[in-house]
């Protein structure tokens, strides 16, 4: 029986810790596949280099998983579609670029649905493989909650971090938009795409936002006792399970119980619109920025549902595009005002637990807010539903004020006891 590493573990070397996490993905990965692609002797080759070396950053010879839409030159960025099986970029996504310099282990690259959007992957969850693990960054979030990888990167274009993490049971961060480099990363809709990360441990995305960080603007924010917390209650809180809706309840009562000020704050009825507009934004520009990733063979090789989005994105009217745009701006109002009369915003991460079977990666309703307004956001596990799996929440503070939410869930994990990680699955 093969333990999983974690990442409080004190590993000799990191030769060593790479390959403990090599035997966890040799014995849990046929069932989860979370890998698209997976080089051991080139990661082992970088763990040797960092044994050889002074440390250069917390993340010094710590392996991570990169979702397959962010290019790394040694190794195949194929946008989780057989149209670009075995490309192999010229050169690091800047990202990745950073965390090579600080010292990291890129271990290898994690399955994504096709063009981060909407045909899902082979991945499975790891607390039951009978349900979706979520997407887009689909093999990001299992290889984090099976052990397989500390840290992992994934993209949000809608919810792609917060609703797998949610449904995983593992810590997120959303950045600020901007905030992190995108270049070197296949562009969805660039007005909403943001890199974000997936730790066991929400310390490992503190490190990240300190290496990847291109702006070093930091906003405080009071500590959790003397913490103003802003509960949303927005037009969809319809779409969430009963289970899900109990756990919000209980962490705003937790967080209360520690000192902090509870305040609910009504979404205007107007914003109501806002799954759809994001989706329409992002459907027009997803039909412009993928058209050149589509030239080898054309539609042919596409899945009906994304012919059918960037259909949909073509051929929305300038009027159909300035009334989304409308609800988003509105959208920005409303935070930044909501954010005068408190510190953070509070709302779930997930409408609940993962769905049940692989068709579809789940809902990310919840999700919008943080994605169009650019937001920052860190999610939480607090526990499990009636099915037993995971269910998240999330806190979005100010612009830049990312580095504060991890100390904030850090302090939650470590301290309080309220958000702490859902347990590995039982090894199979």
């Known amino acids: 029986m093969v333990s999983a590493p974690d990442a409080t573990d004190s590993a000799p070397s990191a030769t060593a810790s790479l390959e403990r996490y090599l035997d966890r993905i040799s014995l849990r990965d046929s069932l989860i596949h979370a890998w698209a692609h997976l ?17 250069r950053s917390a993340l010094h010879g710590v392996p991570i998983g990169v979702k397959d839409i962010i290019d790394t030159a040694d190794q195949p960025t194929a946008y989780g579609t057989p149209l670009w099986a075995g490309h192999r970029p010229e050169d690091d996504a800047d990202v990745v670029a950073r965390l090579c310099d600080a010292g990291a282990v890129i271990l290898g690259k994690t399955a994504t649905t096709e063009f981060a959007t909407y045909r899902p992957c082979a991945t499975r969850n790891p607390h039951n493989p009978d349900h979706t693990p979520g997407g887009s960054s689909s093999g990001s979030a299992a290889a984090v909650a099976d052990g397989q990888v500390p840290v992992a990167l994934g993209t949000q274009t809608a919810g792609s971090v917060l609703r797998p993490g949610s449904y995983c049971g593992v810590f997120t961060l ?45 906003v405080a924010l009071p500590a959790t006792d003397r913490l103003r917390v802003g509960v949303l209650q927005p037009p969809w809180s319809d779409r969430a399970t009963p289970t899900a809706a109990g756990a919000l309840r209980r962490f705003v009562a937790g967080l209360s119980e520690l000192g902090a000020q509870r305040i609910d704050i009504e979404v205007p009825s107007e914003l109501a619109d806002l799954d759809e507009a994001h989706t329409l934004i ?18 042919s090789q596409l899945s009906d549902q994304l012919a059918a989005f960037l259909d949909a994105g073509r051929s929305a009217t300038p009027n159909e595009i300035q009334r989304a745009r409308a609800v988003v701006q509105a959208t920005s109002r409303f935070a930044a005002t909501a954010l005068r009369d408190v510190d953070v915003l509070v709302t779930l991460a997930a409408t609940g637990e993962a769905p049940e079977g692989l068709a579809s990666t789940g809902d990310p309703v919840f999700n919008k807010l943080a994605s169009v307004t650019g937001l920052p956001a860190v999610g939480l596990p607090v526990g499990v539903g009636a099915a037993g799996l995971p269910l998240g929440v999330q806190l979005i503070g100010p612009a830049h004020a990312d580095h504060a939410l991890v100390r904030i869930a850090t302090c939650l994990t470590d301290r309080a006891g309220l958000t702490a990680r859902c347990p590995l699955p039982e090894e199979q």
Not at 39 to 50: F, M, S
Not at 282 to 299: D, I, N, Q, S, V
Request: proline share 9%; with cysteine; charged share 25%.
């Open 39 to 55: 080089d051991p002797d080139l990661a082992q080759a970088q763990a040797r280099k960092c044994d050889a070396e002074p440390p």
């Open 174 to 218: 959303k950045p600020t938009f901007g905030r992190w480099p995108f270049d070197g990363v296949l562009p969805v809709a660039l007005s909403f795409d943001t890199v974000g990360a997936f730790a066991r441990h929400p310390v490992w995305l503190g490190e990240l936002d300190q290496i990847l960080t291109r702006q070093r603007a930091a």
């Open 282 to 299: 992002m459907a027009a520009e997803a039909a412009t920025a993928l058209t050149g990733r589509l030239h080898r063979e054309g539609r």
